[in-house]
């Protein structure tokens, strides 16, 4: 098999040969004598004879790598690896060259505008910074966190910034950008030999199984590749994500969850001459000062490059996105247990009592929410609550959403008693202390 190092296509023999005769740069070579010329395509010499700019390799693979590609086979001298040919040291060359004398006041262009399409969310930034300075730095540890940039409006500035990062890691197909409507699907030739995808105009609600595809890839060390022509197999995962969106729905994150790095920009579009200047900064000298101050880059005492960075941070537009993702039977059964309202005053509660409570308290509320046993439990269980009880009777099985610990350990016959109003609490609980 031929190789092709610029596109990552194999070729057999014969399609290699005739690749290179019709090929206008390559075309036919004369092997002949004066007397009997005889034209073959430039392949066929390549092919069958030694020459100093052919590489055989036992092993092809694109693994990015801090080491220089002497350092690289220096290493792996008298190793299994010693055949591996690497094509990450080919993809980066296209890399702008650093400008080393950059600091921060230089990319302040930039760094405004995350802090802009970020909500104003500083952490949220300082994460984005670290992560592409890991990326550029130590682009061998994969990143353990994806970012995800939501706005309320278009073109707020989102996807532009793609142009900036081309230029600064080494172009496609290390770098590109691609439609948000593949995300989670079978999309694994859209990440060959890629370092960084943005993914555009992502959908609302994407489903659990595509979202489950998404936090593996985003988290995982190997993912599965599957390109045309070849058997699936299982390669490093070297990609990592921006995510942009006008859905604050688009992915079901559970609260908390350390993925994602979240962007929240709820501001109007800026002015036309606001994105002329930033456009012209990127096709610019931005690259070059931007990765002046990755190659810089000086990393806090909590991020491990070697282990992917930290956790994205939990900001406010963190939690409100986190929010907006759950169902609005979630996010409503919450605010009736923060705030002890029926018919979650109390602590426990049996299924069908709580269902025909909230439909007779709450009508207007709960009017669309279509509440069943199924998907009561499966809102519960979102916000923490356990099942407590034993046997299938319901009325010997409770939920309970408040000192789940406690009521765990409650014996079936005082929990009846407590939910029907004839005792107390069986254990005592902390007073809650006012601030006043």
């Not at 350092?71 to 690497?86: D, I, Q, S, V």
């Not at 190659?295 to 960075?309: E, Y």
């Not at 247990?337 to 018919?343: H, L, R």
Request: charged residues 25%.
């Amino acid at each position: 098999m031929a190789f092709n190092i610029e596109t990552g296509e194999y070729m057999s023999r014969e399609s290699f040969i005739e690749f290179l005769r019709d090929s206008p740069e390559y075309g036919t070579v004369d092997i002949g004598t004066a007397d009997k010329p005889k034209r073959v395509s430039c392949g066929e010499p390549w092919w069958n004879y030694p020459m100093s700019c052919k590489i055989t390799a036992d092993r092809i693979v694109m693994e990015p790598t801090s080491l220089t590609e002497e350092e690289e086979r220096a290493a792996w001298e008298g190793t299994p690896l010693h055949g591996t040919y690497n094509r990450w040291h080919i993809l980066k060359r296209d890399r702008v060259e650093p400008n080393m004398s950059a600091t921060l006041v230089d990319i302040q262009i930039l760094t405004d505008h995350l802090l802009y399409i970020s909500g104003y969310e500083p952490a949220a930034v300082d994460h984005f910074m670290n992560w592409l300075a890991q990326l550029y730095q130590f682009p061998q540890y994969k990143l353990r966190t994806a970012n995800f940039w939501y706005s309320r409006c278009n073109y707020v500035g989102k996807s532009m910034l793609i142009d900036l990062l081309k230029p600064v890691y080494g172009g496609e197909p290390l770098v590109t950008e691609c439609e948000g409507s593949a995300v989670g699907g079978q999309f694994t030739s859209l990440l060959k030999d890629g370092i960084l995808r943005l993914f555009n105009e992502l959908p609302a609600s994407l489903d659990k199984a595509r979202f489950e595809v998404l936090k593996t890839l985003v988290s995982e060390k190997s993912r599965k590749s599957e390109d045309k022509g070849r058997d699936a197999r299982i390669v490093k995962n070297t990609v990592n994500l921006i995510l942009c969106t006008n859905h604050a729905d688009a992915l079901p994150m559970a609260m908390g969850d350390p993925r994602f790095n979240v962007f929240r920009c709820d501001e109007p579009r800026k002015t036309d001459s606001y994105y002329k200047e930033l456009a012209d900064w990127i096709a610019g000298p931005g690259p070059e000062l931007l990765a002046g101050v990755l190659a810089q880059w000086k990393f806090p005492t909590d991020w491990n490059c070697t282990s992917g960075g930290r956790m994205a941070p939990q900001t406010t537009a963190a939690e409100m996105v986190q929010r907006e993702a759950r169902s609005p039977l979630v996010n409503f059964i919450e605010e009736l247990i923060t705030g002890q309202q029926a018919p979650f005053d109390k602590d426990i509660g049996r299924s069908n009592q709580l269902i025909e409570q909230l439909g007779t308290s709450y009508p207007a509320n709960t009017r669309s929410m279509k509440i069943t046993s199924q998907t009561l439990a499966d809102a519960l269980r979102k916000l923490g609550a356990v099942k407590i009880g034993s046997g299938t009777a319901a009325k010997d099985n409770a939920w309970c959403w408040r000192y789940q610990s406690d009521w765990l350990g409650v014996r079936l016959k005082e929990w009846k008693a407590y939910l029907d109003n004839n005792a107390g609490r069986p254990f005592t609980v902390p007073e809650v202390v006012s601030d006043e």
